[in-house]
Structures are given as C-alpha cells and as structure tokens.
C-alpha cells in the first residue's frame, strides 16, 4: 500500500474510534473548534429526596439559657437534686427543631374530615395486628377487664392507634424533646400554657429516671416526649403506670402486659365506669330548628339526659340506657357532619387524648378488631353503623 493511502486510512481509522467514543473532531481527526462542537443536552436534574426527619437535634448550650437556669433552682431545690449534676446533664440536652415544628397545629382552613382520618386509623394493619395481640395477651386483658372494668377491646384499640402494638414508639430522645418544647415552643394562642406543660414533664423524667435508676438521655419517646407503647407522657408514667407483670418493674416499652394495665389505670382514674351500660356512642340525628346547637359545647363530659336530647331535637334509633350523655359532632369535610351521643367511657377516653376523632377511631377499631377475632361484647356498637 502506498505510503499516501496508509497515512490516509489511518487517520479515517483514528476518526471513527474518535467519534465512537464521543469526541466532536472531522473526517480526518482533528478536533473541531469551539464554534463548531455540537452543544450537548443538560442533564435533568435529580430530585431531591424528601429530607429525613432529625431526630438527633443541635447543640445550643441549654445551661447559659437564664430561664433554664433558673427552671434548674427551682427543680434542684423542690426535689433535692444535686444542682450541678442538673446542669452537667443539661449541656448534654440538644434542641430538636424537628420537635417544634411537628408540634404546630395544621395550617388553618383546611376542613376536617372524620373519614379520611378514621381510614387511617382503622385499617387492616392495625384490625390484623390487634387479633394477634388480644389472642396473645389475652390474659393479661381479662385481669384488666375485671379488675378495672374496662374492656378489652378498648384497651387494645388504644395501644394499635397509638404505636401499632409496640412497633412505632417513637426515636427522639425524651429530654431533649421536652426541653427543646418547654423553652422554645412555637407561637401559638397558649404558648405559655404549652411551655409550663412541658416543664413540668422535663421535670417527671427526671424524677423518674432518679426513681428508677435509669439515664435521662436513654430514654426514647415521641416528638412530644411520650414513652412506649401507649405512649404516656412522663408525668402520667409516675402517676398512673403500673407494674402489671408482677416482676417488680414498670416496663411500658417491652412489657405488653405493664402496658395493658397502665392504660387501664389511666382511663379509670380519668372517669370510666363499669357500671355503665350499652354502647359507648350511639348514632343521632339532629332536627332543622338547631336547638341542639348549644349541647355541642357542653366540654368533655356527659351532661343530658335522653329525654333532654330528645327535647332538643336529638334522636336515635335505639333508644339509650338512662344515663347522662354528650353530643358530639364528626365533621366530613364537605359531606354532612356525624353526630352521636357519648356517655361518660367515651369522655374518659378523650382524657387520653382530648379529641373526638381520636375517641372514635379508639372506639371503632376496638369494634373492628373484636369482629376480626370473632369474640362477643356487651360494649357493642349499636344498629346503624
């Protein structure tokens, strides 16, 4: 081959491997200058992946904080803590922003809706995993039932919509939560009520920690600071919390059985009944005058008899036991408010959670759960579900 047409060949050769490997040159080549490269396309950007929840927080040095300081006296010199170990711990407290930014209320406008919620809360995970637990502590609920007359199906809808069993407790660390929400709470209408609540449960866990023997920082809890599986706020675990296993420790975390008592305990001291007879809630319909109105701000507590319900323009198909009774509204967004009468068990749940919707959806999935297992129980709920 003339030296010509080698020369040639193995620069069209160096062309070809050029351009397969994506660099812009001629037929010849040589790379083509910059007015002559052909633009390339930017690449899509990558979506930025929703930021994780920090549950770990940031350091800010709590102990130069004069109202921590000073809420540090008071603690100290009501309880006999050593002041200086006090404020040793407290430099090792991270503020969680995450904390307070969960703990602001929905932004306004938005309607309520009774049944989007409650398909949130009453559903096949929890209905399934609550069978499992009944049949496994069941036991432990009928001690529960017969020693504090609560039901059981109400003991388990508890602890299903607060952790589902044991399986969301809660990864912040408790003090920090607590200290970061009772000096840095957000702007609300009762801010300062907030903070003096949270204050108070700072200084529980620390009582309780001294009680028990255990690390303040290793206690993991809630964005709001509550323990385990049925998620009690500190001050509740000192009151109201009890060893139900027998084996001389109160264990809300790993123990189903504690669990199941302490929540027992809790809704008797707050108000149930055993006596109480019938459904918890019965559905009502409510007439066009409106002069039921006023009965839907009576507060959490039952205070009608039927026969005033009645009076006012409230009905049921079944009539009601003659106890006192609540009106409570469920509202549905843009669909028509539910309404319903509630006797005193049902207020006494709202004192775990001061919500009708919480009530319900703890009254409903414990219904749903008892059906799912097939068990039987004078707390039914009325015709007309």
Known sequence: MPMKTLITALLLSAATLSSSAGAQVDRYGYKLPPSMQKKKKPAAPKKKAAPAVDYTGEYVNFGDWKEVRAFLDEVAARNGFDRAELGALINQVRYVDAAVQLVKPAPPGKPKNWQAYSKLMIDPVRTDAGVKFWNENAEALRRAESLYG?????????????????????????????????????????????????????????????????????????????????????????????????????????????????VAAFLTSHGWQREQIGPVVYPATVSPNRAWEEMLKQGLKASYRPAELNAAGVGTATPPPEQLYGLIDLQNGAEPTEYWLANNNFFAITQYNRSYFYAMSVVELGHAIRLARGASSTSDLPSGM
């Open 150 to 262: 609560v039901p059981a199906e109400i003991l388990v809808a508890i602890i299903g919509v607060e952790t589902v069993y044991g399986r969301n407790t809660g990864r912040f660390r408790v003090l920090d939560a607590l200290t970061t929400l009772a000096f840095s709470y957000p702007e609300a209408p009762q801010r300062r009520e907030r903070m003096a609540f949270f204050r108070g449960e700072v200084e529980a866990t620390l009582l309780f920690a001294r009680q028990t023997g255990i690390d303040p920082l290793s206690l993991k809890g809630s964005f709001a600071g509550a323990i385990g599986m049925p998620q009690f706020m500190p001050s509740s675990v000192m009151k109201y919390a009890v060893d139900f296993d027998g084996n001389g420790q109160i264990d809300l975390l790993n123990s189903s059985t504690d669990a199941i008592g302490s």
